[in-house]
């Protein structure tokens, strides 16, 4: 994977939380999509919404508790309809992969619809490397990989971006006037991306749902440049991780009714391809396209091995959960400093990364559960994110400071005197820091901590057990 | 749902995702409408799906009364010519639908020789024939037809993209415009 970034999560956020023109933009969007998301549960969406959740939720608990079974069906299915098949072991595989096919096919020009997986990766900075000109063809993937950063969102990769930013870095990067208007700037690189796709050599794609009984590759888009991605070039490579694999078909059309409602609002994106065989490359010859699929592990047969934490891999990848969550809304996706930004990120993150660097992730949340609620296919997000905190601790990766503390804690409340002594002392000296709240550090920076009470909860009750008592005898 | 109810609840659904359709009793009106559209859209060359009854004759219809590029995908098939090539500079592909999605508004092709998947996506602008018989009342409905072919494109409205703060945008790498045209006899 990408040198992650998640190590200075701290850091980052205090950056991002001082930049105030960032939350406005960030704010708007995604209150933009959830109201979107909303509206159309109200009014658009003739089953009942809970139950198709938990519809979706039993399929996706079941691929996952016998991905094993599926995953072998898949991959009979592909070799049936004459799709190459690969599973990847990490980053480095999918890359050489990658870098051998299109060696073989001698080719240059490369273009890409998003794949998030590949994000993942980090295969365009691969590439680049050995020369191939790769192009992102999603605008906001478009938009991003000209001002050379990572996505921010996994549905929205640009939502970080006022329409400003975006006209300055067109004019600059593609030497044209300066425009804001977005309708202008969607033109220009309608223009320029129609170019590179007519010339391109291979398409790169991500998909959404695989499907195990047909060996269907769903994509779900709204621009189409995914349709261009798949249908232009003579090589369509597949690049996704192995948990998007789902049994049936009408298993992948009950999923495809919450994905678009949940990210956008929609009811069904613009297009959605299912592919299942090659097609001729020109009506002239008789030779078929190549389809080539290649799924990424990176860590996550662990994952399903393990029953606790295998609900994470229930994902579809909506971004629902980035939209709802109060800190997601206040510090934006670069500010966690990972592929996958918001909760799914923060409970993803540090079981295929480096644990000790992303576990502060977890932290970075109130635990409201929001996200929890949100999610299509009821993923159960803030107990993951607890369950790392706890991983965290078990594994004595807190920091010092808070080792010490609580060994200090612990002896405290062990022993009966002393914690009265000391609670005594307390809530003598109390008192004095009514009005001003105790000065804790860091703590006091931003929140107010308040002073202890002029006597115990013990004392408390016992007075109010008295006067109870009292009571009841008159 | 009865015919008109299926075609009621489509023509909803579709201007819901700015999309448009039309319902035509024979085929004379929608060649009416089809003229007033080049004229608006200054349409400077067509290519259609011509391998069925309804599309063959629009095609010869507007090959009598308009002086366009119009060509017919059978055409370029027996020239054994390359559909991308042809299409670089066709601003209007005439598609035939396998099926009308009412719930969602959707248009559902497979792709075919005489429906190759660029004729609805290249062009900047995408009119899609089909049948009231056509209308089925949910995507789940055409599972079959899903399940057999190479592949299954389901359309919904014109391309779009809300990328830039969320301003919708359509037209992007796909039509600008999408509309459906229905023959109810």
Not at chain 1, 68 to 80: H, M
Not at chain 1, 202 to 231: D, H, K, M, Q, Y
Request: glycine share 4%; hydrophobic share 40%.
């Amino acid at each position: 994977m990408n040198e992650l970034d998640t190590k200075y999560f701290k850091k980052l956020v205090k950056e991002k939380l001082s930049d105030k023109s960032l939350r406005t933009i960030v704010k708007k969007a995604t209150f933009h999509s959830l109201q979107k998301r909303n509206e159309t549960i109200q009014n658009d969406i003739s089953e009942k919404w809970e139950q198709l959740r938990e519809k979706a939720y039993s399929i996706r608990k079941i691929t996952i508790e016998n991905w094993d079974y599926y995953f072998n069906q898949i991959k009979a299915k592909f070799s049936e309809n004459g799709i190459d098949f690969f599973y990847a072991k990490n980053s480095s595989e999918v890359c050489d992969i990658v870098n051998n096919l299109l060696f073989s096919y001698k080719a240059k020009n490369i273009v890409k619809s998003k794949s998030m997986v590949t994000e993942e990766v980090g295969l365009n900075e691969y590439l680049e490397k050995f020369g191939f000109i790769v192009t992102e063809t999603d605008l906001g993937e478009y938009i991003i990989q000209l001002a050379n950063e990572r996505p921010s969102h996994i549905t929205a990769p640009a939502l970080h971006k006022s329409r400003s930013e975006i006209g300055f870095l067109f004019s600059e990067k593609l030497n044209i006037d300066y425009t804001d208007a977005p309708e202008k700037l969607t033109d220009y690189a309608r223009q320029i991306l129609r170019k590179k796709f007519l010339n391109a050599d291979v398409g790169i794609s991500g998909a959404n749902f695989l499907v195990a009984e047909t060996g269907t590759i769903v994509i779900v888009e709204n621009e189409g440049n995914a349709r261009l991605t798949i249908t232009l070039p003579k090589l369509h490579i597949v690049i996704t991780s192995i948990e998007k694999i789902v049994p049936t078909l009408s298993d992948a059309l009950i999923l495809l009714r919450l994905l678009p409602v949940s990210s956008t609002g929609q009811k069904i994106t613009s297009y959605v391809s299912f592919i299942n065989k090659p097609e001729e490359e020109d009506n002239s010859s008789k030779n078929l396209k190549k389809i080539v699929v290649i799924l990424l592990d990176n860590g996550r047969s662990k994952l399903i091995s393990d029953k606790k934490l295998r609900s994470i891999l229930y994902c579809i990848k909506c971004g629902a959960c980035m939209n709802k969550c109060p800190v997601y809304q206040l510090i934006g996706g670069h500010a966690y400093g990972s592929v996958y930004p918001g909760p799914i990120g923060s409970i993803l993150t540090p079981w295929l990364n480096s644990f000790k660097d992303s576990k502060d992730l977890a932290y970075g949340s109130s635990l409201c559960g929001a996200c929890s609620e949100i999610c299509p296919v009821k993923i159960d997000i803030h107990y993951q994110l607890l369950r790392i905190r706890k991983y965290s601790i078990e594994k004595k990766f807190s920091p010092f400071i808070e080792k010490i503390i609580f060994k200090i804690w612990l002896q405290i409340v062990k022993n009966y005197k002393i914690y009265n002594l000391l609670s005594n002392i307390l809530c003598f000296l109390g008192p004095l820091f009514q009005e001003t709240g105790l000065k804790i550090p860091v703590w006091s920076k931003y929140k107010y901590f308040p002073a202890p009470f002029e006597f115990s909860f013990h004392k408390w009750w016992q007075r109010e057990v008295k006067t109870q008592e009292e009571y009841a005898n008159v | 749902m009865s015919k008109d109810n299926l075609i009621e609840r489509f023509n909803k659904e579709i201007i819901k995702v700015n999309g448009e359709c039309f319902v035509f009793k024979n085929i004379d009106d929608s060649i009416t409408q089809i003229q007033s559209f080049i004229e608006k859209e200054k349409i400077k060359k067509i290519l259609i799906n011509d391998k069925n009854e309804i599309s063959r004759s629009i095609y010869v219809n507007l090959k009598r009364t308009t002086d366009l590029i119009i060509q017919a995908v059978s055409e370029i098939n027996i020239k054994n010519k390359d559909i991308k090539e042809e299409l670089k500079d066709v601003d209007l592909g005439i598609s035939y639908a396998n099926f009308l999605v009412a719930d969602t508004g959707s248009v559902v092709l497979t792709s075919s020789e005489d429906e190759p998947r660029l004729l609805s996506l290249l062009p900047e602008f995408n009119i899609v024939l089909s049948t009231s018989n056509q209308i089925i009342e949910k995507l789940e409905d055409a599972i079959d037809v899903i399940k057999t072919e190479k592949s299954v494109t389901v359309i919904t409205g014109p391309s779009r993209t809300a990328d830039i703060e969320k301003v919708l945008i359509t037209g992007v790498h796909g039509p600008k415009k999408l509309i459906v045209f229905i023959f109810d006899k």
